[in-house]
């Protein structure tokens, strides 16, 4: 079999493959800030000592943490359109259902932010009379963000990788755009490498800028 990559020129890539990558970065974007913002709630849930705050918020992650992301993503794409009764788009269903799934996992990446905060601190804030909420918001979570910011951009990267999976609902992702091409042009093996080559690029790079800011941030310390 004779590999032909010459069909993929900057109008293949702009007609077909630019809208994947729109949207791929857009769903890692929304779903990275929404997961750290639902996940950041579902971490203080669980440390607040309170049991029906904590069951609740272990109950979610736990539970979302133990199935595959595929099938939380066909359930959403399928479920959520019976219950309010009318269809909501791949795009939409893809957004909604990698925020709150994500949000589990970033949950945990927060909690353990915020334990690795000093008690000292958080004594101390006590002591000169702040509540609950301005210890949380003035002196730990700050800190909490920076300890936590390397693995909160590890997990975002594999965010973006797993976004090729909304490929299962017919989302138009990055991967979508090189299949579009591909059967296209009838090159579907150059295109799935050229797809593959595009995504370790992509995440080797943001790997290589997570590796600096560790070390910038160890440097703080």
Do not use: H
């Amino acid at each position: 079999m004779n590999l032909d990559f010459s069909f993929l020129n900057w109008d293949v890539l702009t007609g077909f493959v630019l809208k994947g990558l729109v949207f791929s970065v857009q769903l890692t974007l929304v779903a990275m800030i929404g997961g750290i913002a639902l996940g950041t709630v579902l971490a203080l849930m669980r440390l607040s000592g309170k049991k029906w705050l904590v069951l609740p918020a272990a109950f979610y992650v736990n539970t979302l943490r133990s199935i595959p992301l595929v099938m939380v993503i066909l359930w959403f794409f399928l479920l959520i359109p019976l219950m309010i009764g009318q269809p909501m788009g791949a795009e939409l269903s893809a957004i909604i259902t990698f925020t709150v799934f994500e949000a589990a996992y970033y949950s945990e990446i927060m909690r353990a932010g915020i334990q690795s905060v000093p008690k000292g601190q958080v004594n101390a804030s006590y002591a000169v009379g702040m509540t609950y909420g301005q210890t949380m918001q003035l002196i730990v979570l700050p800190q909490a963000f920076r300890n936590m910011l390397p693995v909160l951009m590890t997990q975002t990267i594999i965010l973006f990788q797993d976004t090729s999976l909304v490929y299962a609902i017919g989302a138009y992702d990055l991967l979508k755009g090189f299949e579009v091409a591909g059967k296209n042009f009838n090159r579907p093996v150059e295109t799935y490498l050229v797809a593959a080559v595009v995504y370790f690029v992509i995440c080797f790079s943001l790997s290589m800028l997570v590796r600096r800011l560790q070390k910038k941030i160890a440097i703080i310390r």
